[in-house]
């Protein structure tokens, strides 16, 4: 009796010794970047909206922070936000186009102590930066055509009354 008593012990202890704190699985990050679409970029500057989930019972303050590793765009280092408890609210990060391209924007939350809070999320962005340019030129061409076109109208009625 006393040996298998002894066996079970040592199995016991075999078990949870091998269950060892760096194997356990971390609880979920209660504070994180909901991960969204792919966003396109049509101006030179814009802000980026980032969501963050508050899954606390209070209102948190909050950074969050982007970082890209292309130089063709420029991103601001981190925008300060306040989440409500139990809820979602947008962070925009101020962007900036130098040229056109798909680009990859890493963003991250941290509290004001910079303990980052959850994972890195990864944004799409595709920047076309002289496309708000060409519309603008295409708006104004069609709106001179139009007003020509008037003009020319009301000559006519004019000469053939």
């Known amino acids: 009796m ?7 012990l040592s199995l016991v202890l075999t078990i949870a010794g091998s269950v060892s704190p ?4 971390l609880p979920q990050a209660q504070v994180f970047i909901v991960p969204g679409s792919d966003i396109n970029m049509v101006s030179r500057e814009s802000k980026v909206p980032v969501s963050v989930q508050n899954n606390y019972d209070r209102p948190i303050r909050i950074r969050v922070h ?4 292309n130089a063709s765009l420029n991103v601001q280092d981190y925008v300060s936000l306040t989440v409500p408890a139990n809820s979602r609210k947008d962070a925009l990060v101020p962007v900036t186009a130098i040229a056109s391209g798909s680009f990859t924007l890493k963003v ?3 509290t004001f102590t910079d303990l980052r809070l959850g994972t890195t999320t990864e944004i ?3 920047a ?3 496309i708000e340019l060409f519309l603008l030129f295409g708006f104004a061409g069609l709106i001179l055509i139009l007003l020509a076109l008037g003009v020319i109208r009301m000559r006519r009625r ?3 009354a």
């Open 22 to 25: 760096a194997n356990a699985t």
């Open 66 to 69: 982007a970082q890209t590793t």
């Open 158 to 160: 004019k000469q053939s």
């Open 124 to 126: 799409k962005l595709t």
């Open 2 to 8: 006393m040996k298998k008593i002894l066996v079970l």
């Open 108 to 110: 991250w939350v941290t």
């Open 128 to 130: 076309n930066p002289d």
